[in-house]
């Protein structure tokens, strides 16, 4: 029995030692892993809290994105159909513009066309006109009859009285 009050009273000393000297630190130990595992709950936590309410604005942030890359969509559409009607406006335009100076072109041509035509037409009725003076003057009968003729034309445009004429004396001639 003498061992088992040895082996008891070593066994109370081990207690006691444990109990006053280790025990305090397992209990610290334990304490500070319990009080850690509840800060990496409160955080965990805290964290599902933070990751809902960043898919929540990254699902915010998706929406407007969206929003936004479709009214950028319908503004270039927009800005297009603009652009494709003042691009027809302008093509209309510089159509009537080409459209004006091809006319004014004509017009100036058709002018320039008019005058050579009357230069010409002048220039061929001048050798006409002298070619047929020449062929009438050429001969002594018709040389008078032209002038009777444009004395009684004269006569007649200025109204003298007298109706009648008196032939030219033939032989002293007009030439």
Sequence with gaps: MATFIAELVGFVVVLFVLYRYVWPILKRMMDDRQEQIRRQVVEADEAEKALAE???RHDNAVAEAEQESS????????DASRIREEMAEQTEQEIARIKQRGEEQLVAERDASVRKLRA??????????????AESLSDEDQKR?????????LDALG?????????????GGVS
């Design 145 to 153: 009859a032209s002038v009777d003729g444009f004395l009684d034309d």
């Design 120 to 133: 010409e037409t002048g220039t061929l009725s001048m050798d006409l006109a002298k070619r047929i003076i």
């Design 54 to 56: 960043a898919e929540r």
């Design 159 to 171: 109204g003298s009285g007298s109706g009648t004429r008196q032939p030219a004396q033939t032989g």
């Design 71 to 78: 009214r950028i969509r319908d503004d270039a559409r927009a």
